[in-house]
């Protein structure tokens, strides 16, 4: 039971992780007020996530940091997560 709970914990975060990502993907493209408090909010959690990856995944003017992280969350760090929490329990 635990195991099932934490698990589907695990799945909301990454997906609204991912939500957040899709937004800020939106942001740059309509450019909103950057002292907007929603916007340094998301700005704010989704930036350490994106900049590591950026030294890897721009590509000429095309920034696909946003692509990788949802990539690597998706394929990797949550399977990974649920194999730990699999493990524990």
Same mark, same amino acid.
């Given at each position: 039971?635990? #195991?099932?709970?934490?698990? #589907?914990?695990?799945?909301? &975060? ?5 939500? &957040? ?13 950057? *002292? ?8 704010? !959690?989704?930036? +350490?996530? &994106?900049?590591? !990856? ?16 949802? !990539? !690597?969350? #998706?394929?990797?760090?949550? +399977? ?5 929490? *699999?493990?524990?329990?």
């Amino acid at each position: 039971m635990v #195991q099932y709970i934490l698990i #589907q914990a695990g799945y909301f &975060l990454f997906e609204f992780v991912t939500f &957040l990502i899709f937004i800020n993907i939106v942001f740059s493209w309509i450019r909103p007020n950057p *002292s907007n408090v929603i916007v340094k909010t998301i700005y704010g !959690l989704t930036e +350490p996530i &994106l900049m590591p !990856l950026r030294r890897f995944t721009i590509i000429g003017p095309l920034d696909l940091s946003a692509f990788a992280a949802i !990539l !690597l969350m #998706q394929f990797i760090l949550f +399977p990974l997560y649920k194999m730990v929490i *699999s493990l524990i329990f």
